[in-house]
């Protein structure tokens, strides 16, 4: 018994499927149907057609596509009659924003604030000082996000290898490659290693180029990029051990949040985000500071890497002096070897260690894994239930009855006669003679070969076949023939003999020998076949209990992990989860089951701090559990790791750019994830992979995964391209990348740009962008912060975007009934502001008032199901976000004067989120935005109190009908928005929408609009003119033609000034750099808030 089998054997007797399963609602088709459709989606997904009609589909099939697309933000209806049903499959079209008309009235209070609004003159700055400034500022942004690299490049000093490493970099494949990658390195500016998992690429290739520097006395500096934090940081250090150095000397690394770097710092491992950031700050003076760059796992495709692979490209043309080296294990290396040239390209074999893989199908069938329910269909399956596919029924070869000798292949009667005579004489006792034997069986050879006959085909009354003569006579020559004519040995005639009776009876050793073997093999076929038909049987029942295209079934891994951990072979155990959520909900079931001190779980999860990451990678006395999302994936050894339970999924976030919202699902990975996950298990020894998906899913999955470009919003991407080059348009820049993003989604991320004022209407990047672009954060996030620089309230919203900025710290519990206490504790911090973003200051305080106290932290985020780590990170994040802000602007103590006035907090928020607003419609009881007709608030929202029953309830408790929100997300046909905040409708009119036209109906046409330069004329115009306006005067006031308000001219014209006037003190500050010491827009902001009493 092999060692898998003694595995599968004991994990058979501990467990068989203790948890029951719920029954599985969803429509249930066969593997296979349900693969094909999905591909065809795919295809016009990736495609460029606007529809996608498929014809004759069953009920059940056109059921299960509605459901499907729908969660694919798709649009489908099914039309015809009842045999010739098709169904239509469309993209979302963009709807034409519209919203109702509301009517505003300021108050008493309220006007005479406006009316003592003071007149004022824009002041103009000096284009030259202001360039002066920032391109003094890029220069120190540069040096921070490297570290402060020095701008002298050194030598490095050698190398002290210690001696026990020194034998385990000669053994790795890469070794005996070193020379022709040294060679190619001095031929060519670029050119790809395309290394498999575990040829040492990633640790040894700078090592490489290090050992060369030293050995010229050459100055370099080597820049390394991971596609994630934990990569940079474990391969940093795992090369500075291999040195016999301290990290931050010769080898460092620079990622968001920490950085151990030196100025005569030679190789430094970084992220793409960073790379790309410094590249953004000042091109030239990034390339003078480096010799070599190399791309690591480049098949990631991360929106910075495509971006770095345009600036490449650039830079080759014009600086001799760089060395450029792409590394991967799974790509499409002749795309990307094209894309350069047609550069040259090293194929490096891996470790060599083997890895045996087991679908789902096998680990059902080996491990006995069963349900209740599983059982229950696996009773009641017949030929009538069971899917008649050929997943389930194999061909289990062509057994002839004993009792029917008749002819299956219908052939000419004369032949058939011809042979009949033929066989009869060859059965006749007076034959003797070898050479009449010979003739006669030459003369079937000729009927099989020249007149077509089929080999097989039987004497018309004995049954005999051709096969059974030729055993009869003893002639193997024949023998062997006929069986090359694919002859069936297990033919029965009449008399209830086969050919290998005939050999037994007639024939020398040769013959019989020949037809024992070859029936050996059919049994082996036979059992073969029947095992790969109980697969698919168990693999039926258990999909028909459990939706593993949806879901990750905690409870199968259970199972495969308890084996596992009893096992007496040695070695870790990683098991790849799509998300935080899963991997806590297998962490919980984990520490239920086994005894405790036994094992160690260790988590690999973006959100982990470096120390808690590292954790992993090291020895441990008991047995090893690793929880991973897909970052464990690359570039990562474990030494001891000997096992993989691969879930198959990964969390992708994608956007729909017609209609602004995002999802995040739970999706299949790609052949070559599954392939590196696999790869994981034989870095340093061979290794077995668990894989919770079927083969027949593996064949449907994609070779590669989609890349970032094609599946994010394109706004940040678009203001990198037009600042990188600036006289490029944005569609032409990025039709340079290895794969572009379609053309819609290019010019609807530039129509937003333009409404956020990032863009003008020639797609050149303004004031606002300029700054933008300098901070790493979204696009809207970065005007929220800027926003809080000159309203003086920078502190809150430096909370507010720090938090928008990482993954949510609230952790969903997997009980039923503690969910809802979960959803209470976390809308408490909201209390009774109406405002998820205002929550977010109060469990912010509340953190910090806890932090120095390790008791009292773990108490607060017990009470409030908060992940620590997740609130460590968010408060790094805000600590760098606040550092990154202090190196750009004066941000001093009056940046954050009012700080604790929420209402100009509210406002920071319209102006930064803009145009992500809703508007309650009271009358009908929806929530609308723009094209939305019907929107949801997020289950998790504070504006959601737990309690209430319908839509109805929610709307009454809100003071005002305008929300403002952070993200829409889509699940299925359901639009909802996340992260919510309620507004005045004065605050929308002040900050709202690039376009306001002023249309006062008693006055005809008459228009006065913000969007032309702001002058003295045009404010003075208006202050006068509501001198003029009669009591009973209307005015119309449109932003951006979709967001309408009716009011009296006299408060429509106070308002439209005070617009005008934060919009040029704002575009002040921007040129300026700093905060005027007494802003007159924000102080008169502050009072009309107040005389609102909101």
Known sequence: MTEDE????????????????????????????????????????AGTDVELVIPGLSNAQRKYVHNYIARLGLLSRSYGSKNNRVLHITHRKRLKLSGCLRKVELSSASRLVLEKLPLYTVTERSVHERRQRIQKKNRLRCEALLGGLGPRLVPPHPNRIPTELYKDKRELPIYFYQDEIKRILKQSPIFIISGETGSG????VPQYILNDSTRRSRPCRIMVTQPRRVAAV???????????????????????????VQKNTNLIYTTSGCLLRSIMADTKDFFRKITHLIIDEIHERDKYTDFILITIK??????????????????DIHLLSEYFDNCAVVNVPGQGYNVKIFHLEDILYRTGYRTALMEKYLRSMDEIDTPKSKEIYMNTGKIASKSNGMQSNIIDTHLQLSLDALIDQCFAENYRREEEIFTLFDQIQYFIESEGMPVDTVHSLTGTTPLMAASKCNLPKYLELFLHHKANVHLVNAEGLT????????????????????????????????ELHEKQRILYAYQKQFNDENEVDHDLILSLIEGLYRSPHPGAIMVFLPGYNDIVQQR??????????????????????????TEALQRHLVRKIILSTNIGQTSITIPDLAYIIDSGKVKMKTHDSITESSQLQSVWISKADANQRSGRAGRTQNGVCYRLFSSATYEYMPKFSVPEFMRIPLTEVCLYAKTLDRQSDVQSYLARSLNPPSNVSVQNAIRKLQILEVFDGDENVTELGKHLVEIPLDVQLGKCLLYGIFFKCFDSILTIVAYHSIKDPFILPTDRAAQGHASFQRKSFAGKTFSDQLGILSLYKSYCSVRNNWKRVREFCSKYFLSHSAMETFCATRRQIADLSSQKFHVGQEASLFNDDLNIVRCCLVAGLYPNVAEIDRAQNIL???????????????????????????????PYDWVVFYEKTRVGKTCSINMNTVVSPVVIILHCGKDCILDEDTSGDSEVSDNEEFTDKNVKAISLSEHIAAKNQIAIMSLDHWIKYELPVKDAKMLLQLRVLIKSQFETFLQSGHCMQTSTSVYCIQKLLHSLEI
């Open 588 to 613: 919980d079931l984990i520490q239920s089951t086994l005894p405790v001190n036994t094992y160690r779980i260790c988590i690999l999860h973006g959100q982990m701090d470096s120390n808690d990451q």
């Open 6 to 45: 003694k595995v599968a054997q004991q994990m058979m007797a501990i467990r068989s499927g203790k948890r029951d399963k719920k029954v599985n609602k969803d429509i249930i088709l066969p593997e296979g149907e349900r693969l094909q459709l999905q591909h065809r989606i795919a295809e016009f997904l």
């Open 928 to 958: 609308i935005s723009g094209a939305e007709k019907r929107l949801l608030l997020q289950r998790t929202s504070a504006l959601n109190p737990p309690g209430k029953k319908n839509f109805k309830e929610f709307i009454d408790e809100l």
């Open 201 to 204: 690429k990633t640790t040894q």
């Open 314 to 331: 650039d830079q080759l043309k014009s600086n001799k002096d760089l060395k450029v080296i792409l590394m991967s294990a799974t790509m």
């Open 234 to 260: 474990s391969v940093a250090n795992r090369v500075a051990e291999e040195r016999g150095e301290q990290i931050g000397d010769i080898v460092g690394y620079q990622i968001r949040l920490e950085s151990r």
């Open 499 to 530: 050919a290998l009776d005939y050999a037994t009876i007639h024939s020398d050793q040769k013959c019989m020998k020949i037809l024992q073997s070859l029936d050996i093999v059919h049994k082996d076929e036979m059992i073969l076949n029947q």
